[in-house]
């Protein structure tokens, strides 16, 4: 498994700007297909967006598309969840996980499909 820690989060106001970033450590974080998954209170951990283990391919939840984008430094072992345009109903703790199967061609959306989660960081947008 990856080492992985999640940064960024905080309280910003309805349509301003976050950027959350996740290091990885231990296993080799190039070799694998990231994802960002967030939580809210009372709801199940869904799927935010992902990107395959080059960065070529990403893939984005319909409520966030043309808002976030998902990106990914493997030199530095790093992801990026840039959110712009934020609202009310982004609010959540978000996870940053790294996949079980190395080199998938195409992101992956299950939770089932990561093994390695960080801690979460949370997201607060006021309105």
């Known amino acids: 498994q990856v080492q992985l820690v999640e940064s960024g989060g905080g309280l910003v106001q309805t349509g301003g700007s976050l950027r959350l970033s996740c290091e990885g450590s231990g296993r080799t974080f190039s070799n694998y297909g990231m994802g960002w998954f967030r939580q809210s209170p009372g709801k199940a951990r869904e799927f935010v967006a992902g990107?395959?283990?080059?960065?070529?391919?990403?893939a984005y939840a319909e409520s966030v598309k043309g808002r976030f984008t998902i990106s990914r430094d493997n030199a530095k072992n790093t992801m990026y969840l840039q959110m712009n345009s934020l609202k009310p109903t982004d609010t959540a703790v978000y996870y940053c996980?790294?996949?079980?199967?190395?080199?998938?061609?195409?992101?992956?959306?299950?939770?089932?499909?990561?093994?390695?989660w960080g801690q979460g960081t949370q997201v607060t947008v006021s309105s």
């Open positions: 996980a790294a996949m079980t199967a190395p080199f998938t061609t195409r992101p992956h959306s299950r939770p089932a499909d990561f093994n390695s």
């Open positions: 990107i395959n283990w080059n960065g070529a391919n990403t």
